[in-house]
């Protein structure tokens, strides 16, 4: 049995990098995946992998984080509720940053849009999925952090914020939903061969980068129920964890 089978989960920014690997893998390990990413080309084309792999079809749902209000995401988790019933799985992978600036000269609009993305989306996603991942039983819900969360660095201004911000409220869901069978992680990727990466990194030489897929494993045992993941915990790659996998 894969370990995923029978199983809805939503992940965001699914279009490309992580997202789009992680998909992939969700799909091939027996899930059934809500795309959700503002390129829509790009989750087409995903749709069209995933299903010629021979995984269960996936839902598209188109959806731009910057803009999005919050009846925007009420309304997405009342289609999902629609279609699905239930949300076994809950992955904000989808990040923002247009550019790297000193705070003297960080644009106040792209400032409150790269927290929206990166700070806000999760916590309006989570509250607003809630009601289907608790109607699922076991779920999980998973945050996509940096590791300048921990270590911030100059010039990463809202981006650091942002996902200093998302590991906090990791732990206050992970506290909040102690005694339920959801359960709350973040991770922590490392330097990862992306679109969001290139842009960042211009004239770094991707061979010396690892791939998206290479993350598959562990995305998909924070899914699983049943792979001995610590609830609260910010999972960093290739540092502490090891699942048997």
Request: hydrophobic share 40%.
């Amino acid at each position: 049995m894969s370990s995923l089978t029978d199983k809805t989960i939503l992940v965001t920014g699914a279009g490309n990098g992580i997202g789009r690997a992680v998909s992939k893998g969700y799909a091939a390990a027996g899930a059934t995946v809500v795309l959700l990413d503002k390129d829509v080309p790009s989750m087409e084309s995903l749709y069209d992998e995933i299903t010629a792999d021979g995984g269960a079809e996936p839902a598209i749902y188109p959806m731009d984080l910057v803009g999005a209000s919050p009846d925007d995401y009420l309304q997405m988790a009342e289609s999902i509720g629609n279609n699905f019933e239930t949300l076994e799985g809950l992955l904000h992978n989808a990040s923002f940053l247009p550019y790297l600036s000193r705070i003297d000269d960080y644009e106040s609009d792209i400032w409150f849009q790269v927290m929206h993305v990166n700070l806000n989306a999760g916590f309006l996603l989570a509250q607003a999925c809630l009601p289907l991942l608790r109607a699922a039983g076991k779920a999980s819900l998973v945050f996509t952090t940096d590791a300048v969360a921990a270590s911030p660095k100059a010039y990463w201004g809202a981006y650091a914020a942002a996902k200093a911000g998302l590991e906090s409220l990791m732990k206050v869901l992970s506290m909040e939903l102690e005694n339920s069978d959801i359960r709350v992680n973040a991770v922590d990727p490392g330097a990862t061969s992306t679109r969001f990466r290139k842009s960042i990194y211009p004239g770094e030489d991707a061979s010396t980068v690892k791939q998206p897929d290479t993350l598959v494993p562990l995305y998909t045992a924070l899914m699983n129920p049943d792979s001995g993941i610590r609830h609260g915990k910010v999972v960093h790659f290739g540092e502490d964890w090891d699942f048997g996998l």
